[in-house]
């Protein structure tokens, strides 16, 4: 399961929208362009157990540090006005955890929504939760989906029909994410090169930032640095760079045949 945040955006963010920063990430924020971030970021918030093996300490210590990480990310990129943020907190997969961790998760996420409330509400932030959110604890659902409908504004509702033949938009409307752009940045801390099965679809095309820090220690000048090398990529979509064109004389290469 992963929540989601977005933000109406009506107009670009202010360098100040973020408040009193360190020196570090003003260094950072000169790099960044603030009309090129991206729209959509999604995360995968990982090395939380070894954040806590690292100081002696159970590993649930290390999800509770990491609510901090996750309050972080989500305020910084809704100041930014970036307007849809996922946060990957429990998979499928997480299931074959123990029971006390999964409990704690559960309890965790609980805990979070109800103090996250007037965060949420003072930035105008929307939450959804995508995934098998009926596996979850029945006490689970009714606080995410009380989350959803607090936060909720207005939302057309994902159109029904049954179309002969599949195209690449009638799937994406039935994705999880369905109407939210896909993301354009995917960051994975705590080192590991792999996606793990989250937005599989979604992020074909996305930016991978793949960071060394641990989640609990990511922190705003950690966001920043995946924005800014976001924006060094060069995105291509599978074409070539401009100025580079030879379509003209070989079409098919240029296609990327
Ligand atoms: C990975 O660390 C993290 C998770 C299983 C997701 C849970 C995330 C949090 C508790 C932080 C944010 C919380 C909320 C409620 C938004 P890991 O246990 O896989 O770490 P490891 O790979 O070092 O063992």
């Known amino acids: 399961m992963s929540q989601t945040i977005t933000h109406k955006t009506t107009h670009g963010p202010a360098p100040e929208s973020l408040g009193p920063v360190t020196s570090e990430e003003a260094k950072l924020l000169e790099k960044l362009d603030l009309t090129r971030l991206p729209r959509h970021v999604a995360v995968i918030m990982d ?5 806590a093996q690292k100081r002696h300490l159970p590993r649930i210590a290390g999800h509770r540090s990491g609510t901090q990480s996750a309050r972080t990310t989500i305020e910084t990129c809704a100041r930014l006005k970036i307007e849809a943020l996922t946060l990957y907190a429990f998979s499928v997969e997480n299931w074959r955890r123990p029971k006390t961790e999964i409990d704690f998760l ?6 979070y929504l109800k103090k996250e409330m007037p965060l949420l509400q003072k930035n105008e932030i929307r939450m959804r939760f995508l995934g098998r959110i009926d596996e979850l604890p029945a006490g689970v659902q009714k606080d995410v989906r009380e989350a959803t409908e607090k936060t909720a504004g207005n939302k057309g509702m994902v159109g029904h029909g049954a179309p002969d033949k599949v195209t690449e938009e009638q799937l994406s409307q039935h994705l999880y994410t369905e109407g939210l752009p896909d993301p354009d940045l995917l960051i994975r801390t705590s080192g590991e ?11 074909a095309y996305a930016e991978i930032f793949v960071t060394e820090t641990l989640w609990p220690d990511f922190n705003r000048a950690r966001l920043l640095e995946a924005l800014v090398e976001f924006q060094k990529r060069e995105r291509r979509y599978g074409g070539i760079r401009e100025g580079e064109s030879s379509s003209d004389e070989n079409p098919a290469r240029a296609a990327g045949h």
Do not use: D, P
């Open 47 to 51: 090395g939380n157990g070894r954040w």
């Open 106 to 111: 559960m309890q965790l996420l609980r805990e």
């Open 193 to 203: 090169m792999r996606v793990s099965n989250f937005l599989l679809w979604q992020i």
